[in-house]
């Protein structure tokens, strides 16, 4: 038998559908924009998003690196969340590649404060770098799948737009965020000007991003993505499973979230583990095993020889992940197994 693999929701894999389709994708040369399936991915995200234009990217991290890069200038400054995935887990690219320094803003329950960020922005100076980007996050990684609401990327957006500065949204989850505020994803997409949205976390795509914004800014970014090795030939293979993700699999998250709120709360309930229930939104869960004596690498361990996957550390809070192969039996399994290792 398999695992339960509660590690992340990248760990999903091509459903028999995805699997179909690619199989019988139209394919082109990509970088001679000859493949008719990745236009029809990048036409689909880019109406998805209320955007001009969209570009297909190797993976999230190439889509926010590209943005920056095409956002800025070397030696400008930007406006980061502090926790955000482009400052904490992309190998500093935005330094090495864009050459840009962070102003970084701390979030609270994944949002940055309007009059933290409206500070942050830099006067006109000599001394002074421009402020030449503002990034948000949403759903937020760090804050446990935590939604941004609406009214904060408001204001954030609307800081941008006095100051001329655009807004990139980090949107590797933005399906989970419109699953939770039951809008469409454009009406969050609606308060940045770019936008990364990840096929390969909870839509079960393989491979691949894409970045939406203007028709003049995915010109510009085509050509970042190209210096960066991610102009690729006959990609519509799988171009053709991010298709499928995007129809098909965004309309399904409520699942995974009332998995999440199942698992949280049947954690909850044994002692010496705790999860906040109030800042269980979507489909990552932050428990808590403080009261266990317990770390992270310490239940991960025993809960392998249980048949169940979770990305322990030395601290005592676990991220656990909800998705497409998660089953309400396998939340009740692993509650039920959790509550017998920890005693151990
Ligand atoms: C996963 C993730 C990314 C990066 O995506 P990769 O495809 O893993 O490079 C970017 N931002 C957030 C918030 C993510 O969770």
Do not use: W
């Not at 979507?282 to 428990?287: A, H, K, Y």
């Not at 169940?308 to 676990?318: D, E, H, K, Q, R």
Request: aromatic share 4%; proline share 2%.
């Amino acid at each position: 038998m398999g695992f339960i693999d509660l590690r992340s929701d990248t760990v999903t894999q091509p459903t028999d559908e995805m699997r179909q389709a690619m199989y019988k994708a139209q394919v082109g040369d990509d970088v001679y924009r000859d493949d008719p399936t990745v236009n029809r991915l990048e036409e689909l995200v880019a109406r998805e998003m209320g955007k001009e234009a969209a570009l297909f990217t190797a993976s999230g991290t190439m889509a926010n690196q590209v943005a920056v890069m095409t956002h800025t200038r070397r030696g400008d400054e930007i406006i980061l969340g502090e926790k955000s995935h482009i400052y904490t887990y992309e190998v500093a690219g935005i330094a090495y590649l864009a050459g840009v320094q962070t102003a970084l803003v701390s979030e609270t329950d994944g949002s940055m404060d309007p009059k933290v960020v409206q500070a942050k922005v830099r006067a006109k100076d000599i001394h002074f770098p421009e402020t030449s980007l503002i990034c948000m996050e949403n759903t937020h990684n760090r804050a446990g799948g935590m939604v941004v609401p609406l009214d904060v990327m408001k204001e954030i957006h609307a800081i941008g737009e006095m100051h001329s500065i655009p807004v990139h949204l980090d949107g590797a989850r933005i399906y989970n965020a419109a699953t939770y505020l039951k809008v469409k994803a454009e009406e969050i997409a609606r308060y940045c000007d770019t936008v990364n949205v990840c096929l390969s976390k909870g839509l079960c795509a393989p491979i691949g991003s894409v970045l939406a914004g203007s028709r003049e800014f995915i010109e510009r970014a085509r050509k970042f993505r190209k210096m960066v090795g991610g102009g690729m030939r006959q990609v519509g293979i799988v171009a053709a499973a991010g298709i499928v993700a995007v129809e098909k699999m965004s309309k399904r998250l409520q699942q995974d979230h009332d998995n999440a709120m199942l698992l949280a709360k049947g954690l909850n309930e044994i002692e010496g583990v705790s999860v906040d229930l109030e800042k269980v939104q979507t489909n990552l869960i932050m428990v808590d095993f403080g009261g266990t004596g317990l770390n992270g690498i310490q239940v991960a361990k025993r809960l392998k020889e249980n048949g169940i996957l979770i990305n322990g550390s030395t601290a005592p809070v676990v991220r656990f992940a909800t998705h497409y192969y998660i089953t309400e039996s396998h939340v009740n399994n692993a509650v039920q197994t959790i509550n017998r290792v920890i005693k151990e």
